[in-house]
């Protein structure tokens, strides 16, 4: 092994150790090495080994050379970016480990086993007090129905009727995450028109 590589893999252990992320490390060693900086995907290829525990720097013996985009290498290097960006696209993802889409549509699906998955639909989220609110108000209005079930619904005025709007700024397609396959995709707040009125009771003469 030449000793450029042992240094640049020493340097790639080094900032992995740190917990740098794999775009900032390339960023350095193209900061450093100019011209000579090593490819993405040999980058991204180390990172994934450090991650993983390894100490060694030097080749495994009798590692040859790729000879398929869809090579180990690739695949490691493709698990990493994953792994800080979920909502990258194929062709991102494509461009940034310089393979064609169709080896990364390969690699994403068949090899790592990710789906991508928008999120799911939720009518809307309710904070702790609201949660606590909603409770305690279930109670009184129990209590007051089998104290006079009869004439209760007879009791119950309402007013100040209003329209509220929720915004939410992010679309489903927009929420797509890489995620294995099986599992469920994040949670997302439905964009809706909410009415809410104001409810009172009358006490019984």
């Given at each position: 092994?030449?000793?450029?590589?042992?240094?640049?893999?020493?340097?790639?252990?080094?900032?992995?150790?740190?917990?740098?992320?794999?775009?900032?490390?390339?960023?350095?060693?193209?900061?450093?090495y100019g011209d000579d900086a090593p490819k993405k995907t040999?980058?991204?290829?180390?990172?994934?080994?450090?991650?993983?525990?390894?100490?060694?720097?030097?080749?495994?013996?009798?590692?040859?050379?790729?000879?398929?985009?869809?090579?180990?290498?690739?695949?490691?290097?493709?698990?990493?970016?994953?792994?800080?960006?979920?909502?990258?696209?194929?062709?991102?993802?494509?461009?940034?480990?310089?393979?064609?889409?169709?080896?990364?549509?390969?690699?994403?699906?068949?090899?790592?086993?990710?789906?991508?998955?928008?999120?799911?639909?939720?009518?809307?989220?309710?904070?702790?007090?609201?949660?606590?609110?909603?409770?305690?108000?279930?109670?009184?209005?129990?209590?007051?129905?089998?104290?006079?079930?009869?004439?209760?619904?007879?009791?119950?005025?309402?007013?100040?009727?209003?329209?509220?709007?929720?915004?939410?700024?992010e679309t489903k397609q927009q929420s797509k995450q890489w995620?294995?396959?099986?599992?469920?995709?994040?949670?997302?707040?439905?964009?809706?028109?909410?009415?809410?009125?104001?409810?009172?009771?009358?006490?019984?003469?």
């Amino acid at each position: 092994m030449e000793r450029k590589d042992f240094e640049i893999r020493t340097n790639i252990k080094f900032l992995v150790k740190l917990g740098w992320k794999g775009t900032e490390i390339i960023q350095a060693l193209q900061n450093v090495y100019g011209d000579d900086a090593p490819k993405k995907t040999c980058v991204y290829k180390w990172i994934e080994r450090f991650q993983n525990g390894r100490e060694a720097v030097e080749d495994d013996e009798g590692r040859g050379r790729p000879t398929t985009s869809k090579s180990n290498e690739n695949i490691d290097a493709v698990r990493s970016i994953i792994e800080e960006d979920r909502r990258l696209t194929i062709h991102q993802i494509a461009e940034t480990v310089s393979i064609s889409v169709g080896s990364a549509h390969s690699i994403l699906h068949e090899y790592l086993g990710l789906s991508k998955l928008s999120a799911r639909w939720v009518p809307k989220a309710l904070c702790p007090d609201q949660l606590n609110f909603r409770s305690e108000l279930s109670t009184v209005i129990l209590t007051k129905i089998e104290a006079n079930e009869d004439n209760f619904f007879s009791q119950i005025i309402t007013g100040d009727e209003t329209w509220v709007y929720q915004y939410d700024p992010e679309t489903k397609q927009q929420s797509k995450q890489w995620l294995p396959r099986g599992t469920s995709g994040p949670i997302k707040f439905k964009s809706k028109r909410w009415y809410k009125a104001k409810t009172a009771l009358t006490e019984p003469a």
